[in-house]
């Protein structure tokens, strides 16, 4: 009888250890939305590369309605850098960000190399000491002409819906990220850009109409 107790004790605590653990962990796994108006469970469980149980699960919630404005907590985007045991994590909002400024840069005419390159450029930009350390911070850079970027110069970004390939090469270039060889920092249009300096930079690779440098 002794045995049996101690052996049931032995099961609980291991089951609260267990749920302490989880507790722990998705304390630092998850981010918040806020909910727009047509949003659905099963739209920002597919966003955010989850399930709905999950979802409902993390905020506590049995009901699937949801209402505009409110906010939910939602799964922070993991993904595994190639060759690294440490994961480099983004929210939701920065890859939606980056896919805007893909999209804004490549259009539907860049192949998905340029697609990918342009997204590493961002990538490469934040671990660089020239540039912020953030992805809003580098989409966002301003300098002496207004930003970085001509998309948030003209204002042209935030009007932008990344497409499904606009995703995929941020999630390409995520995966590459931290060890891309070639580093590119910047990237015009030869046909487009005068800037000396930007002329004289060395060349890392040439994809579509873009040429990227160091």
């Known amino acids: 009888m002794i045995k049996k107790t101690f052996a049931a004790l032995a099961v609980v605590c291991c089951i609260v250890s267990g749920i302490s653990s989880y507790s722990t962990d998705a304390a630092t796994t998850y981010t918040y939305y806020k909910v727009k108006k047509g949003d659905t469970l099963f739209k920002i469980a597919k966003t955010y590369k989850t399930t709905v149980s999950a979802l409902k699960s993390l905020n506590r919630r049995k009901s699937d309605v949801l209402i505009a404005g409110e906010t939910i907590k939602v799964p922070r985007l993991a993904v595994k850098s190639a060759g690294q045991k440490q994961k480099f994590s983004i929210s939701a909002a920065e890859r939606k960000l980056m896919a805007q400024l893909v999209h804004a840069e490549t259009g ?16 490469n930009r934040m671990k660089h000491p020239a540039f912020p350390k953030t992805i809003k911070g580098v989409i966002y850079q301003k300098t002496k002409s207004g930003y970085a970027f001509v998309p948030v110069r003209t204002g042209k970004l935030t009007r932008i819906q990344p497409t499904k390939q606009d995703y995929a090469a941020v999630d390409r270039a995520l995966s590459l990220f931290p060890n891309d060889r070639r580093g590119s920092l910047y990237f015009y249009n030869p046909k487009i850009t005068k800037d000396k300096w930007m002329l ?6 040439r994809i579509g109409n873009h040429v990227f440098t160091k």
């Open 108 to 123: 539907f005419s860049e192949p998905f190399a340029g697609k990918v390159e342009v997204a590493l450029v961002i990538l």
């Open 200 to 205: 004289s930079r060395p060349v890392t690779i």
